[in-house]
């Protein structure tokens, strides 16, 4: 009965994992960098609890989903669109907020550890990369 029990953990463990590294949030996850002289120089964007989290210099906030490549920034009622090139990757982000529109440039991650950090857990990639 323990060996069953054991054994049911670890699928569970297995299971719960794979999941994690299929969510389709994951694309968007890394730094993006913004022109000289906008608001903000650089924003992060993690996952936390299943939701895709924006954190720069201005603060953390979630983004929530509206569509394919659309989300919403309700701190700051900004429609945030995210670029792909022709390989349907991720590339950039525009940010549409109080009638301008932020456009940043997704950083290159170094390997796809660091994309797993970024993930996983905000605070061991902010410890590793920053």
Request: aromatic share 12%; no cysteine; net charge negative.
């Amino acid at each position: 009965m323990k060996k069953m029990l054991l054994m049911g953990i670890v699928f569970l463990g297995i299971f719960v994992s794979v999941q994690a590294q299929d969510s389709p949030l994951k694309e968007y996850l890394g730094k993006y960098t913004f022109a000289e002289g906008s608001p903000v120089t650089e924003v992060v964007l993690t996952v936390q609890d299943s939701v895709l989290v924006s954190t720069s210099s201005v603060g953390a906030f979630p983004l929530e989903k509206k569509g394919v490549d659309t989300f919403y920034l309700a701190a700051y009622d900004a429609l945030v669109i995210f670029k792909r090139d022709g390989n349907n990757v991720v590339t950039g982000v525009g940010i549409n907020v109080q009638g301008m529109e932020l456009i940043g440039t997704k950083a290159a991650a170094s390997s796809a550890l660091k994309q797993d950090f970024y993930f996983e857990d905000q605070i061991w990639a902010d410890k590793l990369y920053n």
